[in-house]
């Protein structure tokens, strides 16, 4: 432990440029050949933070060679139509990932939506098949964030082989997927969530926590082992107005050997990883 560094900042807009160049160079040879990678991208309402996601998305796309489609309705949008051009996108040669943006007005189902989407198209990898190809190791989308948060350990050069990873939280955007990431790279995984019983006890253990419950300070310094990898997902606002993640920044960069920051470490890597989806559903189609 004497060589221990800590608190090194792992930096998602860095590898998440690094990663967007690659996409650039992909959906370049790609087009070459004929195809080119196409996005839809559908919003509903005038919720503000989700127009600021669709907006990112959007230029992404557009900065990395990706053509996107970006279609807004208003929140009295019927179900049924929604559902209506999802269909006519799942039969359009020129798209190959279809995303809408939630949350979605009360009216709408959001997984009457999801599963609406082509299993070929579903680039958020949100959809039932989509989780049951990801729980038993089949080669479907994986879910872009807890994707992005693989690619930030790996990035430390971490090897997960026989580690162990606590993942907080059991959504199935996050917690739940993260954790058969995890698996998937030969990790012992423990998921604790609000009804674990001293959650301290499981992240002391940690040799990787993955924070995902949107819950501010959810993880503070003496619940981390020194020299264990921490990635915060959470996106939360302080008591100033700042955005903050589920960790205790200040005090667990101190113990932990790599952290991510937030903004500036998971958020970069959840579009770009939707712009690999968009890519790789764009070559599955052009074979």
Avoid: W
Avoid at 79 to 85: F, G, I, K, S, Y
Avoid at 99 to 105: E, G, H, S, T
Avoid at 181 to 186: M, R
Avoid at 191 to 212: K, N, P
């Amino acid at each position: 432990m004497t060589n221990q560094k800590f608190g090194q900042i792992i930096d998602g807009l860095a590898l998440s440029a690094r990663l967007r160049s690659e996409v650039a160079a992909r959906a370049l040879a790609l087009k070459a050949r004929g195809t080119t990678p196409g996005l839809a991208v559908i919003l509903v309402g005038d919720d503000p933070a989700s127009a600021v996601y669709v907006r990112n998305k959007v230029k992404a796309c557009a900065d990395t060679g990706v053509h996107s489609v970006f279609e807004k309705y208003e929140a009295t949008l019927t179900e049924d139509v929604l559902l209506a051009r999802i269909a006519a996108l799942n039969i359009d040669p020129t798209i190959h990932g279809i995303l809408v943006q939630m949350p979605l007005p009360r009216h709408i189902n959001p997984h009457k939506v999801i599963e609406a989407i082509s299993a070929t198209k579903d680039v958020d990898g949100y959809a039932t098949l989509s989780a049951g190809e990801l729980m038993t190791g089949q080669d479907g989308f994986r879910p872009c964030t807890p994707y992005g948060c693989m690619k930030l350990i790996e990035s430390t050069g971490f090897d997960l082989r026989g580690k162990h990873a606590v993942v907080i939280g059991r959504s199935n955007t996050v917690g739940k997927p993260m954790a058969l990431l995890l698996l998937q790279a030969n990790a012992t995984v423990t998921v604790c969530h609000s009804a674990t019983v001293d959650m301290g006890h499981f992240t002391r253990q940690a040799d990787v926590i993955v924070a995902a419950v949107g819950k501010r300070n959810v993880l503070t310094a003496d619940m981390v082992k020194p020299g264990a990898i921490v990635i915060d997902v959470g996106m939360n606002r302080n008591d100033d107005g700042k955005l903050c993640g589920d960790v205790d920044f200040a005090g667990v960069k101190e113990v932990a050997s790599h952290i991510t920051p937030v903004p500036g470490g998971v958020g970069p890597m959840t579009i770009t990883m939707l712009l690999v989806n968009t890519l790789e559903a764009a070559e599955r189609a052009a074979k």
